[in-house]
């Protein structure tokens, strides 16, 4: 169980064999690398379902290799076309994870070195569009922790900059808590080739651009998302986990987030927040021990409109009334409000 869907494997993978199994997209969410939060969110699962099959169907259109295997109802597994009424379930293929070795603050890849097929590629794969204020890059050359050569940028962002060309970042996958890496150390920790990373950086890109188009037609901006990758049983690399919807990407409806960025920004003025970023700062691998109290949940009316927001946005970028909900302009008007207040 993942903190936003579970997992039942049908048949596990093997050394040299995929396996197979079904995702179940719960209406869960977690921000903050805190975990599940406290309100369930209507018909999210569903939602978050339904885009990511649109957006692996378009990727096969093109040719990229991917785990989906197709959408379950009852016993049997359907394409996107074939269905009415939204479902929460998923059919993949499974590949090997194999966890680095937790040695206190830091953790050690060599399993990596030795493994040559059907494994989960240790990394998030990040594409930013533009540096929304709310971006870590921000943070991260503050810090200097991020140079600016390294993304490409000759000048100190402003938040909002649109992006000339994107911007492809890395961070660790199986830690603790999620860690931004250079794409020298991306490459180490990972065993991958000059050949692989370059691999890696171009089905990501063509990714970006088949997102951006889509959201584009539904009125949205892709502002930036993520991605994750493996290698099947021959060393063919495949686009694993889900992508494209409101939790992977952040899009944006005349400057107003449409994702749990909503509720990431209204967290931000909590006091349980001020606890989460002070207790990160102080012990990385064991902060949550170190909070007091679980997060309070969400006022209902933001509720609701989230729940919408989801609901409207697979309406949206699928090009099919899956939901009954209001418009995504209402809906976001009176987040906007929400929010301001």
Not at 141 to 161: Q, T, V
Not at 254 to 266: F, L, N, T, Y
Request: hydrophobic share 35%.
């Amino acid at each position: 169980m993942g903190s936003v869907k579970d997992l039942k494997i049908i048949t596990p993978a093997e050394t040299d064999k995929m396996g197979i199994g079904h995702f179940h997209f719960s209406d869960r969410y977690s921000v903050f690398d805190w975990g599940e939060m406290p309100d369930l969110i209507t018909g999210k699962g569903k939602a978050l379902c339904m885009i990511g099959a649109y957006f692996f169907e378009k990727l096969e259109e093109m040719g990229v290799s991917t785990h989906y295997r197709g959408l379950v109802s009852g016993k049997t597994t359907y394409r996107l076309a074939d269905l009415d009424t939204p479902v929460d379930t998923m059919e993949v293929d499974l590949v090997r994870v194999l966890k680095p070795e937790s040695q206190g603050d830091t953790y050690n890849y060599a399993i990596y070195k030795n493994v040559s097929s059907n494994f989960l590629i240790p990394l998030e794969i990040i594409y930013r569009n533009s540096l929304p204020a709310g971006s870590s890059v921000f943070r991260r050359l503050k810090e200097g922790n991020l140079r600016l050569d390294e993304i490409g940028l000759s000048e100190m962002p402003e938040p909002n900059d649109v992006l000339t060309e994107p911007i492809l970042d890395a961070s660790t996958k199986l830690e603790i808590t999620d860690r931004y890496l250079s794409w020298q150390e991306a490459q180490e920790i990972s065993g991958l080739t000059d050949n692989e990373i370059r691999e890696i950086k171009e089905v990501t890109s063509r990714i970006n651009d088949l997102i951006t188009k889509h959201a584009s037609e539904a009125g949205l901006v892709n502002e930036d998302g993520k991605v994750e990758y493996g290698y099947d049983q021959n060393r063919n690399l495949i686009l694993l986990d889900i992508l494209g919807t409101p939790d992977e990407c952040r899009f944006t409806y005349d400057g107003i987030p449409v994702s749990k960025e909503v509720a990431r920004i209204h967290y931000r003025k909590t006091d349980w927040y001020n606890e989460v970023e002070k207790a990160k700062k102080e012990d990385r691998a064991n902060w949550k021990s170190r909070i007091s109290s679980p997060p309070p949940k969400l006022p209902v009316r933001l509720f609701e409109l989230i729940a919408y927001l989801y609901q409207s946005t697979c309406n949206e970028i699928t090009g099919k009334e899956w939901f009954s909900t209001p418009p995504l302009e209402n809906i976001l008007r009176e987040i906007k409000e929400q929010l301001e207040n």
